[in-house]
């Protein structure tokens, strides 16, 4: 029986993944409703990343692998706003080229926002696949929690790779940030009143610790300093005041000294 398709398009940046990116991408072709299509964007690896990736596009086939070569190094948030331009289908789902999805991770989320079309953006829990586990847990349905602006600005909810939206959407990544600029896309979403929505189900894995383990995670600095400069700019946009601003850093603080903490004695 043939496999129904899901107007959706995924994104996955990629940098230097060419030991992880099949794994990814096979993650969303066997997908319960498989995705329309899967933009895969090389930012300038300058290894044998783009022969990876078309590799996998000679294997899946040119009909639903696109690929975009980029001639520079620009980050994650200029390699996702390609795919974005590219982008054909009704939705957007980002997947990080080193993570991989639960096999019925579109077909639930793609039908919850169906019947809830005045949510613009949802995401869900995000988990850690370690060695030995090898079962996904079998997940019938999607339960949703509304996020308000006030609870997105004390926790992001939204790990990338978990995040699908509505392509329509007049907003993209701030290319100028290398670090929280998924972050600060969601907070201006749902500060100037989009509605939002998370899931408790884990339909994503990640393959190594969050914190102090390699790529953008091993850098907890950076990280935090993305994060205030993320606060610094819905500030000067006016979406929260100087006191949210205030106690945003500080409580941003707190929770970065604890991080350290947790790297030091883990």
Known sequence: MRRQTAPVSVIVPCYRCSATIERAVGSAFQQTMRPAECILIDDNSGDDTLTALKQLQKKYGKSW????????????????NAGWDMA??????????????HPRKIELQYFWMVK?????????????WHKGEKAQIIIESLNGHKVSAKGLLVKNRFSTPTVMLKRELDFRFNEIKRFSEDYLLWLSLVLRGYTAFWFDSILAHGYKEYYGEGG???????????????YWVIYNEGLINWIDFFLLVIFSLLKYFRRLLIKKYR
Request: aromatic residues 8%; hydrophobic residues 40%; without cysteine.
């Open 116 to 128: 809830h079309k005045e949510v613009a953006l949802t995401g869900h829990a995000f988990g850690i």
């Open 88 to 101: 054909r289908q009704p939705y957007l789902a980002f997947l990080d080229a080193d993570d991989s999805w």
């Open 216 to 230: 953008q995670s091993g850098q907890l600095w950076a990280m935090e300093k993305g994060q205030l400069h993320t």
């Open 65 to 80: 692998i696109k690929i975009i070569s980029l001639a520079e190094n620009g980050g994650p948030s200029v390699a996702r």
